[in-house]
C-alpha cells in the first residue's frame, strides 16, 4: 500500500482572542491565509482543519490516500469524537463532516515541532 499523503494543518491568531489566519502544507507546497477574521484559536484550528479537508477534495484525494496532521490536541479529540463537542466546536465538527461526506479521514495529532503548517506559520511571522 502506498503512503498516504501528508497534509499538515495549523491555525492561530494574534491575539488571542484576535485576527486568524491558518495555514497548510501538502506535497511540499505551503498555503497560508490570513484576515479570516476575529476569533479564537480554537476556531482558528478549527478553520485550519476543515480548510485541510477541502484541500484533500480540490486534489480530488481518496480516503484512503490522506491523512490530517496538526498540533491541536483538543480540536482533534472532538473532531475524531474521543471528546464531546459543544457550541461552536459542534458547528465546526458538522461542517467538516459534512464536507468529507460523513466519513472523516485520520486525522492525527503531531508535536508542534513536527508541525509543518505552524513552523510555516512560524516563519511567516519571523520576517
Not at 484525494?61 to 475524531?80: C, E
Not at 465538527?93 to 464536507?99: D, F, G, K, M
Amino acid at each position: 500500500m502506498p503512503a498516504r499523503i501528508k497534509i499538515f494543518f495549523d491555525g492561530g491568531c494574534q491575539p488571542n482572542p484576535g485576527r486568524m489566519e491558518i495555514a497548510l502544507v501538502a506535497r511540499g507546497q505551503t498555503h497560508i491565509r490570513r484576515d479570516l477574521g476575529e476569533g479564537s484559536s480554537m476556531t482558528a484550528e478549527w478553520l485550519a482543519l476543515i480548510a485541510a479537508e477541502q484541500l484533500a477534495r480540490d486534489l480530488d484525494l481518496a480516503r484512503s490516500a490522506y491523512v490530517l496532521l496538526g498540533d491541536a490536541a483538543a480540536v482533534i479529540a472532538q473532531a475524531s469524537d474521543a471528546h464531546r463537542c459543544r457550541g461552536p466546536s459542534a458547528e465546526h465538527r458538522a461542517a467538516l463532516l459534512a464536507l468529507a461526506g460523513g466519513t472523516l479521514p485520520p486525522i492525527r495529532y503531531v508535536r508542534r515541532t513536527q508541525n509543518l503548517a505552524g513552523i510555516a506559520l512560524a516563519r511567516f511571522h519571523a520576517r
